[in-house]
């Protein structure tokens, strides 16, 4: 039970110092444009999952289940992007209405 004890305030210390010289390993500091890229390719290589799978499945193909879960992936994403687009929209109108 000691070498648990003592080395969790050893790794709690560790952690502090890698925080406070920005040494976080594994996570990528990205800005909010490449963050931005990143969802809209996401959005659109699910669609294009999507839209693979239904041709599949016409052709004869296709197995139903990913069919189905390709297409509700799908929309989720859809409806994901759109309340996105719907909240930019309203702070765009928002900041519009502050006055200068």
């Known amino acids: 039970m000691n070498d648990i004890s003592g080395a969790l305030p050893a790794q709690a210390a560790n952690a502090y110092a890698r925080a406070q010289n920005n040494d976080f390993a594994g996570i990528s ?19 294009h999952h999507a839209d693979s799978q239904s041709i599949q499945a016409l052709a004869g ?17 859809l409806q994901a992007a759109s309340a996105i687009r719907d909240r930019v929209v309203q702070a765009y109108q928002d900041i519009m209405k502050m006055p200068i």
Do not use: C, P
């Open 61 to 77: 193909q296709g197995n139903i289940t990913e069919l189905v879960t390709a297409v509700q992936q799908a929309e989720l994403t």
């Open 29 to 47: 500091s990205t800005g909010f444009g490449d963050a931005l890229q990143q969802a809209v390719s996401g959005a659109i290589g699910t669609l």
